[in-house]
Structure formats: C-alpha cells, structure tokens
C-alpha cells in the first residue's frame, strides 16, 4: 500500500480499503482527479484508491505528476534527543531535493548538514519513503518524494538554522517534548516518520 498526503490528507493506494473508509475504484487515470478534487473540496479527511494492480495503479498516479525526489534525516544525538527544524510556522525535519547524480544517501546528509550546520552527521538506517503533491505557482502538479533516513551525531557543536531556506529555529528535542510541541505542529507525513522510526 501506498499513501500521499495531498493536502494534508491521506489518499491511499491498495487492493482493499479498510471497513468504513471512503473509495473510489481505479479505472483509469481520472480516478485521480477525483480523488484529489474530493480531498481537496471536501471535509474528508482520507480516501482510499482500490485496485487489484495496486504497483500498476501507483505507476499511473506517478506518471501524473512531475516527480521531484529529496532526502532527509532523523537525526538522534548522544542524550537521546531529536533534531527538528522550525520553518514558515511548523516543526519539520531537515531535508532537501537531489542534486544531479547525487545518491538518496548523500543527499539525506548532505541537506542535514547545510540546514542545520552540523558536520560529521552518521548514517545509521533508512527509515521510510513519504509522499506529498503540491502545485506550482504555473499550476504544474508536483509528487515529491522523500527518503528518510535514521541519523546519529555525537559531536558538540549547536546547530544553527539555514535562514536562507526559510528556517528560523534548530532544536533538539526530548521524546516528551516532542509530543508536547511537534505534534500537531507538523505535517501528517512527519508523524508517520516518527512513528515508523519508534519515536512515539
């Protein structure tokens, strides 16, 4: 199963949808209009697209959009606390497209490092894929796709926000404090990041 966060909510992809959810059949690539058009319109707040291809029915989704690939992390210092970003009003986790021929990997540290300021960030496991669509100011349709990344750094610098990028604060965050001031204050795509990393 696939899901995408289209504004803000959830439009899953997969054979079945679960008792008492909202679904439209996948015939073709109108299906996807609707979808969109309903959680965009609507008060719901997740629908489900079925299909018995569920691979074959997330290829034509794909092919939809333009498709934009970023990488970040989730970065866990010494103590036991989490790095988080604060950007245009909510709490996220650092992050940022590919560069040409670059691979996820680097770019995940890569875009930790610039927007936080910390050197010698370490790799320690890939977490999960998440999936948004935007539309761009032309109004072209946009899925990005984020690769996630489990982070440790041991180091003693302070991070120190990228205000170039939008960010205005780097904070390190207990797990107390994480649910005290992240969620709800972040988007639906990074408190799956952090339940799938065992965060909360």
Do not use: C
């Given at each position: ?150 982070m440790k ?45 065992g965060v909360?």
């Amino acid at each position: 199963m696939y899901k995408v966060f289209v504004n803000e909510k959830q439009m899953s992809f997969a054979e079945n949808a679960d008792i008492d959810e909202k679904f439209l059949h996948f015939e073709d690539a109108h299906t996807f209009d609707i979808a969109v058009d309903q959680l965009e319109n609507t008060s719901r707040s997740s629908l489900a697209v079925v299909s018995h291809d569920v691979e074959g029915m997330w290829s034509d989704f794909r092919k939809h959009y333009k498709n934009i690939e970023a990488a970040g992390g989730l970065v866990e210092n010494s103590e036991g606390k989490f790095l988080f970003i604060h950007r245009l009003g909510k709490w996220d986790l650092p992050k940022g497209k590919l560069e040409k021929n670059e691979t996820v990997p680097d770019a995940a540290v890569r875009e930790v490092s610039e927007e936080t300021a910390l050197s010698g960030v370490g790799l320690e496991k890939f977490i999960s894929t998440t999936y948004h669509t935007y539309r761009e100011r032309d109004g072209k349709l946009i899925l990005k796709i984020t690769h996630w990344f489990k982070m440790k750094y041991s180091g003693m610098d302070l991070p120190q926000p990228q205000t170039e990028e939008g960010i205005t604060e780097v904070r390190w965050m207990t797990r107390g404090e994480i649910q005290d001031v992240v969620v709800g204050k972040t988007f639906r795509n990074i408190e799956l990041v952090l339940r799938e990393a065992g965060v909360f």
